[in-house]
């Protein structure tokens, strides 16, 4: 690219490619110059395909294009696109300019993507792309999120547990008297019954009379017939 574009010898090229390369790719350079020394352009290329260019390489590069979605708060539309296609024209040198558009748009989201269709007619140019996107984002809210995610338990993987909330319970009391003490059927005072206060006491004697005066009626009733069948003899 900067041999055709911009004539630029090899030497240059060769000189530039410390600042080219990043992370993994910059300690494999900064090992293979010392180990081997300087070399030319085109054993550099040789290297560097023989390196890379292979299936697992093209594997990793294609998920990380596909994973880098356009993110509307964070990207800027033109470097963004610019990462995106060098990354596409690396893995197909010989992709078309309307292809990596379209590859670059099912990125955008639905919304956004529909509406940098709208204002594009297709064929239509990276220039134009680019002016369409960065005006959108930028005038409009198309594309962005209406509810922002809660920055409270964005850096924390734990859940934080919610406060146990006290429960309103009304303490047990006595039904007769009030008292929380005891309860009704503990209560040393008058038992309520329809509004009226009747002593323990008295309803067992109650009782006691009530039975009495039963097993009076049926002795009295035993004699009866008793007496009744002595006279018939």
Not at 29 to 35: A, E
Not at 89 to 109: F, I, Q, Y
Request: one cysteine or more.
């Amino acid at each position: 690219m900067f041999r055709e574009g911009f004539n630029i010898p090899d030497e240059y090229i060769s000189a530039r490619l410390h600042s080219l390369f990043t992370k993994s790719a910059k300690k494999w350079y900064c090992k293979m110059r010392q180990d081997h020394g300087k070399h030319s352009l085109p054993l550099w290329k040789e290297q560097i395909i023989s390196k890379w260019e292979n299936d697992s390489w093209i594997f990793k590069m294609e998920n990380s294009f596909e994973e880098a979605i356009f993110n509307i708060e964070r990207d800027r539309p033109m470097s963004w696109f610019l990462k995106e296609k060098d990354e596409l024209t690396a893995l197909h040198p010989d992709m078309s300019e309307t292809m990596v558009h379209k590859r670059t748009l099912r990125k955008c989201g639905g919304d956004l993507e529909h509406a940098i269709r709208c204002r594009c007619m297709e064929p239509f140019s990276t220039e134009d792309y680019i002016n369409a996107m960065e005006d959108i984002t930028t005038r409009t809210k198309i594309g962005r999120n209406w509810y922002k995610p809660s920055m409270d338990n964005k850096t924390s993987g734990k859940p934080i547990p919610k406060p146990n909330k006290p429960h309103d319970k009304a303490p047990l009391k006595c039904h007769n008297c009030g008292s929380t003490s005891h309860l009704a059927n503990a209560c040393p005072k008058k038992t309520r019954i329809n509004g009226i206060e009747i002593e323990k006491n008295e309803t067992k004697e109650t009782n006691e009379k009530q039975m009495l005066s039963l097993y009076m009626k049926v002795i009295l009733s035993l004699l009866k017939r008793r007496n009744y069948q002595m006279n018939l003899v």
